[in-house]
């Protein structure tokens, strides 16, 4: 049983309360979801449950959480390990041990369980987690939805009767994602566990719930029981596609960006990645690649990109004069699933200045441009500031910013919903419509359908390396 | 042990990770420096592992972090690079680099008193190995050939010393605890 | 690479990891104590005899004689150079550069090439070959996670066996990230070959942010799973000699003492 009385935490350096006179009661076996709009304090919230707040991040605490009866003020977080267990989004962040057995027996080691205690606690979690036939397994060649569940595994593991998930499928694909929720039902459902569950992918995880909270501004502004879950909105709202004022008739006839022609390559272990696409893609259209993980199209956007070469067929871009490489070439823009594999400098504008490296003007030029695409991509008075003190989404944004400054001819995104909330998914799809709007072609690899359906003018979808449909 | 936070111990297990990494082409390419003895230590072993190690003692900031580090890289390098004869020299590196950090406390995070670290450092590894290391395996070096390889590692471990520095400094406001 | 895991069944494989690590360490310190070229011969015969138990896969027999080759052509070349007795001068030599030579000669004291420095060079590869093949033998037949309990039970505090597993861990995901970043910001095509300090800040940047936090989320991971650095870890991996290693440490123990008897002769001392 959780009981909140009056809690309210301001983070040290934080300007205002993350957590306002919060005052809840959650009861055993009880299945909790929490929404609300990023920096509402959902996970504020869930850190309070076993005492990260207050003792690992330090500000400032009214009121008392009480958790089976004892004060989270009074316990260190490594005491409430056997009562409340914590999930979060990263799955490799959460993984401390070369295989999947060890890692799950990694909580038993640090409370000094002796072996033959912990033996049977790691194989009830591995069959609760569907792990025993990748128990040997190392973990750096899990999938996102195996690692996620070695980590619940080894929450298990300590018995703890209360669970709490913080986003747990944001960087999984589709099948991961399905993996992690019927893993949760089944703790809910058969082991009677007490679930919080954080997610904005409501519209799956909705009808498991108890009870539904939402919050804004470290307030809880709705409590909902199932009759009234109808009135909760879910799924993502994304901005609807404008139609293109004739885009495809400037000049006549259509000109294509890209176009590949009966494109087979294969990884060098011999693994095959694409069987024999041919795709022709028209300047400024907004073409969307969805599939299975596996399916190829990641390695099909570097195909195109020039990072890779294939092995028979070919790749021509138009666009790119007979001499430049089309690999390191910025006329071709590519974004990678972390913007955080690409920041490099410790303000915004240099950062953003550091993209046109090869394509020098004078300091002038360069100001006005980063300044201009800055207000493109929503980011307006950031120059001065580290890059390390935005939000994820914003550094997104940023690494946008860092590619479309060259003014590329075509950009190739992949899967840009990685690791992102509803609102910066919003803000970022807006801020890519407004690229395509000036006549800049986009190939964006996703595996989230609704995201294609809305923002793309052409969905092409691969399986096994070929396009079928 | 409660000396380092939870976020420290898993920081610094982290940079020995880094430095085994980073010292992945060095290692192997042992062997092969023996026949370009000036060049080829300073390059293989100063920079990458200097810049790693000067990266977490300037994130941590608490003495006994470098030669952890070191211990940590030196030992799980072992399947990289074969032999246990390195784990020494690291050692004494990292050793040296935490008693600087102990003499001059504060005093040590300033461009200066880095690059005086950095060429400690280098210096260090340099002699270690000539006159330590490859007597181990039975090789003699004369002083000479000792003497022509200072100069560019120094140059080089100080500006190692200093990215890692910098890289640290970035990293330690990001570090929680 | 060369030193990895071989994930057979042998009789080297089935040892204690201790023993195995005991063995490193008896063959390090005969290989820096022994000064008999016929001697260190034998310690390294001795320590490829293990060898003929493990089945290692061709590639790897392969890549490692030949970095057996290129440390064994680097000990000739640079003590064929480099070698003085302690007479002062081998028996036969030419000079490359005499001491008379204009500034290099009096700096150096004259560069020269002999056989004699080539063959010592030849008989002094044995030392690090003999460390390399005890060395190789340990890992590839024994998972890391289980050399980490081995250390833990020959006195490591178990929070440090802790950072080492943790370290080991990450290794390969830390590799696939600087993959990830080296290729991203190649596509932006600011990494220039011929600026390698920049090169370096480039791709290190990003991936020791990266990593940091990485150790913030996992910090908190740790601690909410109950990890306590003031407390003893206990450990789900286990380890136990068995008759084997009675065998290894009773052949242990003939070499060694053979090998110290003739140490000890050579000495004088016998």
Known sequence: ??????????????????????????????????????????????????????????????????????????????????????????????????????????????????????????????????????????????????????????????????????????????????????????????????????????????????????????????????????????????????????????????????????????????????????????TSEFVAITGENGSGKSTLGMLMKGMLKPDTGTVKIPVLQKDQVPGTSTKIGYLFQNPDDQIVMDRVDKEIACGLHQNTGNSRQVAEKVRRVMDMTGLPDFEDRDPNTLSRGERQRLAVASIIVTEPEILIFDEPTTGQDTENLARLMNCIVNINGQHTTMVMITHDLDLAHACADRIIVMKEGRIVG | MRYFSTSDIIAISMFGALGVIVGFLGNILHGASSIVPFIGPAILHTVPQGIVLFACLSTIRKPGAATLQCFIASIVSMPLMGAPLFIISYLVQGIALDSAYVILGDRMWNRVAISINGAIFATIGVILLFYVVLPMQGLVMPFYVVLLSLPINIALGIVAALIGYRLGTRASSALIG | MIFEYVGKESFVHRLDPRTKIIWLFVVTIFAIALRQPLLLVLLFVSSVIPFLFIKVPKKQVIALIFLYMLITAGAIISQALFYRPLTGLPEEYTWIIPPDFPVIGPFTGGILISMEGAIYGFIQAFRILAILNASAMMVMTTPLNRLI??????????????????????????????????????????????????????????????????????????????????????????????????????????????????????????
């Not at chain 3, 596509?187 to 600026?195: S, V, Y």
């Open chain 1, 1 to 282: 049983m959780i009981e909140f009385s009056h809690f309210s935490f301001t983070y040290r350096h934080g300007k205002r309360r993350a957590l306002d006179d919060i005052t809840l009661s959650i009861q055993d076996g009880e299945f909790v979801i929490v929404a609300g709009p990023s920096g509402c304090g959902k996970s504020t919230l869930c850190l309070s449950f076993n005492g990260i707040i207050p003792h690992m991040l330090h500000g400032s605490m009214e009121g008392e959480v009480r958790v089976n009866n004892r004060n989270t003020h009074n316990f260190e977080v490594r005491d409430l390990a056997g009562e409340v267990g914590i999930v979060f989004q990263n799955p490799d962040n959460q993984i401390f041990a070369m295989t999947v057995e060890e890692d799950v027996a990694f909580g038993p080691e640090n409370i000094g369980m002796s072996r033959e205690d912990m033996i049977p606690k790691v194989e009830d979690a591995l069959s609760l987690a569907g792990l025993q036939s990748c128990r040997k397994r190392p973990v750096h060649r899990l999938s996102g939805g195996q690692k996620q569940r070695t980590a619940i595994a080894g929450i298990y593991a300590l018995s703890p009767d209360i669970l709490v998930f913080d986003e747990p499928t944001a960087d999984l694909d589709p099948s991961g994602t399905q993996e992690v929720f019927d893993t949760i039902r089944y703790l809910h459902k058969k082991e009677g566990k007490t679930i919080i569950l954080i997610e904005h992918k409501l519209k799956t995880v909705l009808p498991y719930a108890d009870r539904l909270l939402f919050m804004n501004e470290g307030k809880i502004t709705h409590d909902l029981v199932p009759d009234e879950f109808g009135q909760a909105r879910s799924g993502v709202a994304y901005p609807s596609r404008k139609p293109k004022p004739g885009h495809s008739i400037i000049n006549g006839s259509p000109k294509p960006a890209i176009i590949l022609d009966d494109v087979h390559y294969h990884y060098p272990d011999g693994t095959p990645a694409v069987n024999g696409v041919s795709l022709e893609i028209i």
């Open chain 3, 149 to 270: 309990v081995g250390m833990r039970k020959m006195g490591i505090p178990s929070t440090l066996a802790f950072m080492l597993s943790t370290a080991v861990r990450f290794v390969p995901t830390l590799m696939d990230e600087y993959q990830t970043i080296f290729t991203a910001q190649n596509a932006r095509g600011i990494l220039n070959k011929w600026h390698p300090l920049q090169l370096i800040e480039y791709t290190f940047t990003p991936l020791v942010l990266n990593s940091v936090r990485r150790c913030n989320q996992l910090a908190l991971a740790a601690e909410s799973r109950g990890f306590d650095s003031g407390c003893i870890r206990t450990s789900y991996v286990s380890i136990a000699f068995s008759y084997r290693d009675v065998i290894a440490f009773i052949v242990m123990g003939a070499i060694s003492t053979g090998l110290t008897v003739s140490l000890f002769h050579y000495w004088g001392l016998i």
